[in-house]
């Protein structure tokens, strides 16, 4: 068979579903403020907050094989940029979660300078050795409320919309849009060429650099690509919640360690695993969280189940039993009619 007559497809009758499927859940979600009350709407934003940072950790993990401890560093830094840009600058908060992208990426560049001098499990503790020393740096600025943090003035909020009904709607289409806009990029990442390198990587790192493949400018791109996510992503969560310190910013348990939860047993190396995951997060969290110090036993329970009886995910037994794909992503060769 000569090369005229084969091409690559890449979509599958499950992925065209899944699309399709998709597409009308975006579209139902985008119409929420039309039939859901209030309270559904914060408890929806927050559950696409944690889809675009699972999906960002899981890119940086699963893809590019960067585990890291510390991602709560650009989750506070994206907050604190916010609050510094609306108080002490006037920028309105919608621009600021596009500078807190934008300064994330140009600070992830020399973070990643050093932090690739570490491998392995020392890369993953001295990504959190960064995170302590950001939030450190946070409870020296004392304009921004020190140890004990700040709140947004009544001026900035009011400035994002005349009406409260209408700043939670938008707030809550800010969300669901930086999920989709996450999601949809990383999914057009994995379909170009870039997208070949990180799979490769992600299946074979050594075989991977011995075909040619400049592992490390692209785990570097990787690096800086989701430092700027996870920071605009910090920022709304805490235009959100309307005030910020030093310690809820830079939680490691709510920000990593909750966002590692998700992604483990969604399916790590998966687009598909942080969607699954993050559905399964909640409804635990809903179902259980009155039982208090029971409800992160309970977490870690299913953890430990899902590692034994299926470590690749959820999304993963189902992939590899079924075959089932919710994005086109494989890549076949086919013969051309």
Known sequence: ??????????????????????????VALAAAPLWADRASLRLMGEIFTFVALASLWNLLAGYAGLVSVGQQAYVGFGGYVLFAAAILFGVPPIAAIIVAGALAALLAVPVAALMFRLRGHYFAIGTWVVAEIFRLVAAQIGVLGGGSGVSLPAGVITGIAATRAMREYIIYWLA????????????????SRYGLALTAIRDNETAA?????????????????????TAMTGALIF???LRISPDTAFSVNDWTAFVIFITVIGGIGRVEGPLIGTIVFFLLRETLADLGS?????????????????PKGLWGFVADKFGWQAFP?????????
């Open 329 to 337: 992503l494989e890549r076949r060769l086919v013969r051309k009619p």
């Open 1 to 26: 068979m000569s090369d005229a007559a084969i091409r690559v497809e890449h979509a599958t009758r499950a992925s065209r579903i899944g699309m399709t499927f998709l597409a009308l859940l975006v």
């Open 294 to 310: 029971l409800y992160l036993l309970m977490l870690g329970a299913v953890a430990i189940v899902v590692m034994l009886f299926a």
């Open 239 to 241: 235009l959100t919640k």
């Open 176 to 191: 669901l849009g930086l999920a989709v806009l996450v999601v949809g990029g990383i999914v057009l990442l994995l379909r």
């Open 209 to 229: 650099r011995s075909n040619g493949i400049s592992v490390m400018r692209i785990k570097y791109l990787v690096y800086v690509a989701t430092a700027a996510g």
